[in-house]
């Protein structure tokens, strides 16, 4: 079944709107492809919010499971959403005080701070993620580099 397709009906016009935007992109996915991605992030998104819980950084909601990673100095650090907690090495933190921990100085934590929401999306940068409009511009191309990296592995 994992192979099998299935037929969904959209409008017309919306098929005709993701082709066009498809080609004036020079985007070589096909319809089928980009519409079982925004599936994925459709479903992604309305699993964080079946729990409610989630940490509440600013105006940027975080759903539970969500990863954070941050690069200094060469090596990657993490951090995830739990409940209703952000945790890092099994204590609850803030990014500020994430960023500081991993640092030691007065960090963007906007800036340095990327995060994934599931397993199946790329990390993004936190400042991306302000904007809905942006991430949501952003996610296609993200994950069309990571498929391109995965192939050349």
Not at 2 to 12: G, M, S, W, Y
Not at 108 to 126: H, M, Q, T, V
Request: proline share 5%; aromatic share 14%.
């Amino acid at each position: 079944m994992k192979d099998e397709a299935f037929t969904v009906d959209i409008p017309p016009t919306l098929y005709f709107e993701l082709s066009t935007h498809l080609f004036r992109t020079c985007d070589k996915r096909q319809p089928g492809e980009v519409a079982a991605q925004a599936i994925r992030t459709w479903l992604a998104t309305e699993r964080g919010k079946a729990s409610g819980r989630g940490y509440q950084w600013k105006s940027l909601f975080l759903p539970d499971s969500t990863e954070l990673r941050m690069h200094y100095r060469g090596d990657y650090y993490y951090a995830k959403v739990e409940g209703d907690r952000l945790m890092y090495n099994y204590e609850p933190v803030s990014p500020r005080e994430w960023t500081l921990l991993v640092t030691g100085t007065v960090r963007n934590a906007w800036r340095d701070i990327w995060i994934r929401r599931n397993a199946g999306e790329c990390w993004l940068r936190a400042s991306m993620w302000r904007s809905q409009n942006s991430v949501e511009a952003l996610l296609p191309y993200a994950e069309r580099r990571r498929h391109a990296r995965r192939s050349t592995d």
